[in-house]
């Protein structure tokens, strides 16, 4: 296993996102909710492959794995900051191949199992 920088994980993971289409716009976004009653920091808000985004990031050693956990999470960030009409995205970075990164659009994305 390789152990890499935080820095070093950060640009190749960023590499790898930007040439599969990820236009950041703002990130470590803080809120309180008054009206949900619950407060968070949301990674970032973006455009993912052409559609306008709150994403979350993880590291995972292999195998890379989404949790369902993940949407909820996102789906707490996005009623927080109001912005629900955005696209919800959860990047899984390698952390022993940085530039690996997996994502998963959950606003698209179909469970095969029911």
């Not at 809120?31 to 492959?49: E, I, M, N």
């Not at 022993?96 to 998963?104: I, K, L, N, S, T």
Request: net charge neutral.
């Amino acid at each position: 296993m390789r152990s890499y920088s935080f820095c070093r994980l950060a640009s190749e993971a960023l590499n790898a996102l930007y040439k599969a289409g990820l236009e950041p716009e703002q990130s470590e976004i803080a809120f309180v909710s008054q009206r949900y009653g619950h407060a968070g920091t949301a990674d970032l808000l973006c455009k993912w492959q052409g559609r306008p985004a709150i994403a979350d990031f993880k590291t995972q050693e292999p195998p890379l794995n989404f949790y369902t956990e993940h949407p909820l999470q996102i789906a707490g960030y996005a009623t927080g900051l109001e912005v629900e009409h955005r696209d919800r995205v959860s990047f899984i970075i390698d952390r022993d191949h940085p530039g690996v990164v997996e994502a998963r659009n959950w606003s698209t994305y179909r469970n095969s199992k029911g």
